[in-house]
């Protein structure tokens, strides 16, 4: 498919708009012309604590001016995932204000009594007490829905043990294995589709890990583009078994494609 046929375009958030609170180079004219354009756009993060309102913010504060309807996170997609699955349905929740917002706004009784559900995401205090609940209800018959894979994320102090870690201990104890609902599955990407209305064969992703946004980019049928802003490094991408469409220094060396 030529370049110019990218009729609409999906973009991570860390790594490739932002890093530690400031922008990257040419995230703000990228977003900028996208809206001056009137191209369909979304940004997608697997990161589940904040808001679309809280990540909005962020990014103004960087210097990138985005809509709250422009930001698709693990959590809201989380909650549509379970909206469309058992609608008005019950969970019981470890994470932050983003996931617990998102399935509140979705019709969803958060509880710890029989639920649904388990939903386990990203929360920056893992309380012992919390994941005990959990693994007890899930032993009870509840089903098993993480919002993301990613078993560490950042901190200015070093890595922070994240979803997938504490995932994988509830695994341990109880023998049964999560649904993640975040990047790399296909249905993050499918749902931000149909959110703004995209195709797959005419829509671009671009992101800065080869095993989340380029895998599940490539996995729902997008072009995919690597910048090396973020996770990956270019002397890393050869040990993968797939490619990204294209490899970049920054997001600013996709300006002109818009």
Known sequence: MPEREIMAWLTDMDGVLVHEGTALPGAADFVKRLRDEDVPFLILTNNSIFTARDLRARLSSSGIDVPETAIWTSALATAQFLHDQIPDGSAYVIGEAGLTTALYEAGYTLTESDPD??????????????????????????????????????????????????????????????????????????????????????????????????????????????????????????????????????????????
């Open 117 to 258: 559900y388990v939903v386990l995401g990203e929360t920056r205090t893992y309380s012992f007490e919390a994941i005990t609940r959990a693994i007890r209800l899930i032993q009870g018959g509840a089903r098993f829905i993480a919002t993301n894979p990613d078993v560490t994320g950042p901190s200015q102090e070093g890595p922070l043990p994240a979803t997938g870690s504490v995932a994988a201990m509830i695994t341990a104890a109880t023998g049964r294995k999560p649904y993640f609902v975040g990047k790399p599955n296909p249905i993050l990407f499918r749902s931000a589709l149909n959110r703004i209305g995209a195709h797959s064969e005419a829509t671009a992703m671009i992101g800065d890990r080869m095993d989340t946004d380029v895998m599940g980019g490539l996995e729902a049928g997008l072009r995919t583009f690597l910048v090396l802003t973020g996770s990956t490094p270019a002397d890393e991408v050869q040990n993968y078994p797939f490619r990204p469409s294209r490899v970049v220094d920054s997001i600013a060396d996709l300006v002109d494609l818009i």
